[in-house]
């Protein structure tokens, strides 16, 4: 390498920024939750007591991450992001998970099996989740592409929708007995479950395309 060469590299090095220890936290909360998610659609696919406590054990991992990030935001005095922001945002991943393990455990308590409808939730939950993944992984350096995905996260929103209100027209259709009633029942709060885990990916992203905008 001549002189020229190493003068630039150091330069280079010089000037490349350290990644934010912030944003590192929150990819490592996405990336909990895509895995998360993934242990839902297991759940969904193969309701067994492993595949359930497997989404809990992530939703404590999430749960871990969240508090050290608080613990920072605490400690430090200045954050390169307005600490409402890195709150919100961090509380709107962890919510994704909350919701997707209040799901497997009223399944499990209720002892109600996973229908088509609920495996098709899940799979959009999961998309949600590696889209929110993604945008984190590119909201330092390629904020453009970190909105892109911001963006199809909550395209997947508008999805959810269609079919909560599917499953919701087909839940009440012309119950049987007090059999169905009770199901019925059950079922809408599963539903609402995993309505609001999307709602919360949506609210992540949402949070991502702002902060894209005020900082980057």
Do not use: W
Request: glycine share 2%; charged share 25%; aromatic share 6%.
């Amino acid at each position: 390498m001549n002189v020229f060469a190493r003068i630039k590299n150091r330069a280079q090095t010089a000037t490349r920024r350290k990644p934010d220890k912030f944003i590192t936290r929150l990819a490592l909360q996405t990336q909990i939750v895509v895995c998360g998610a993934q242990a839902l659609l297991d759940y969904m696919n193969a309701p067994t007591k492993p595949n359930a406590n497997r989404v809990r054990q992530l939703e404590h991992e999430a749960d871990d991450v969240r508090r050290q990030l608080i613990s920072e935001l605490n400690h430090t005095f200045v954050t390169p992001i307005d600490r409402e922001d890195l709150f919100g945002l961090s509380r709107a991943i962890d919510d994704i998970l909350d919701f997707a393990y209040s799901t497997t455990n009223e399944l499990d308590i209720l002892n109600v099996r996973p229908n088509t409808y609920l495996r098709a939730m899940a799979r959009l939950l999961l998309l949600s989740a590696q889209e929110i993944q993604i945008s984190m992984e590119h909201l330092e350096r390629e904020p453009a592409i970190a909105d892109l995905h911001a963006m199809r996260a909550k395209a997947i929103e508008n999805r959810m929708e269609k079919l909560y209100a599917r499953a919701l027209a087909a839940l009440f259709k012309d119950p049987r007995d007090l059999n169905d009633v009770v199901m019925m029942f059950k079922l809408r709060e599963i539903y609402r479950h995993m309505y609001h885990a999307i709602g919360s990916a949506e609210q992540a992203a949402n949070l991502i395309s702002d902060i894209r905008i005020k900082f980057y």
